[in-house]
């Protein structure tokens, strides 16, 4: 890549990333010639512990690196909000759609340089361009209306699991418990979104099943929050047969 920028082929060097914030940590370091990293990143997924957006985009300030954002409305997710949630949005700005939200939250940070919208028609084509076109980032008032939508939505959380990982080292089917959690509670607060779908099969390919749970409970003895865990996987498996 070096070579190819060095050739004026290329403008700039950088990668998508979908792993932990210590990881892209030891990249960045290893790799200064890095100038841009791609991330997943909005506002639900900002303090997931899974995600780690917030994170992840702290470690590129740290390094300097600029970021490109995908999914910054999480697969259409907060474009169909609960209509609690929904509410709060509207209160606050009667003309602005759900969906612009989300694209300033992401917008809005300093070290992000472009933000990647999904559209599939015009009317969203539109609407993108109409509060892109003259853009103003969030307001002090409007990130608090924000938290408030983020508190209602994870208020509805199924499974409080903090993904602090404490289960998974003895598990003797290798089960991805925090992530097939982390799945579920998106699935009963969004519906099942395809992306859901194919994260959940791209689990199941590398780790064991929710269904593979064979009841003994290590998990659950270690877990802090002292959830059923082995009740919870039931629910997993049920909510993703294919």
């Not at 892209?24 to 100038?35: K, M, Y």
């Not at 899974?50 to 409305?73: A, M």
């Not at 008032?141 to 998974?168: F, L, M």
Request: charged share 20%.
């Amino acid at each position: 890549m070096a070579q190819k920028k060095a050739e004026g082929k290329i403008r700039h060097i950088g990668f998508s990333y979908h792993d932990d914030a210590d990881m892209l940590d030891r990249i960045l370091t290893d790799h200064p010639e890095t100038e841009l990293v791609q991330l997943q990143l909005n506002y639900i997924d900002w303090e997931n512990e899974s995600v780690q957006s917030r994170k992840c985009y702290e470690v590129c300030v740290k390094h300097g690196v600029q970021v490109t954002v995908i999914e910054p409305l999480k697969g259409g997710a907060l474009v169909r909000l609960p209509e609690v949630a929904a509410n709060i949005l509207k209160e606050a700005n009667p003309d602005a759609g759900n969906a612009s939200w989300g694209i300033r939250f992401a917008a809005s940070l300093d070290q992000v340089m472009v933000v990647l919208s999904g559209m599939s028609d015009l009317e969203q084509v539109e609407d993108n361009i109409s509060y892109m076109k003259d853009f103003h980032p969030l307001t002090e008032g409007e990130r608090e209306t924000i938290a408030k939508t983020v508190q209602i939505i994870g208020d509805s959380i199924a499974i409080p699991c903090t993904a602090c990982r404490y289960c998974t080292s003895g598990c003797p089917k290798k089960i991805a418990i925090p992530e097939y959690f982390s799945l579920y509670n998106n699935q009963k607060q969004f519906g099942l979104l395809a992306g859901l779908a194919t994260t959940y099969g791209n689990l199941t390919a590398t780790h064991g099943k929710p269904e593979d749970c064979i009841g003994c409970k290590q998990c659950e003895n270690h877990c802090p929050q002292h959830l059923p865990i082995v009740e919870n996987l039931k629910l997993v498996a049920e909510a993703f047969q294919m």
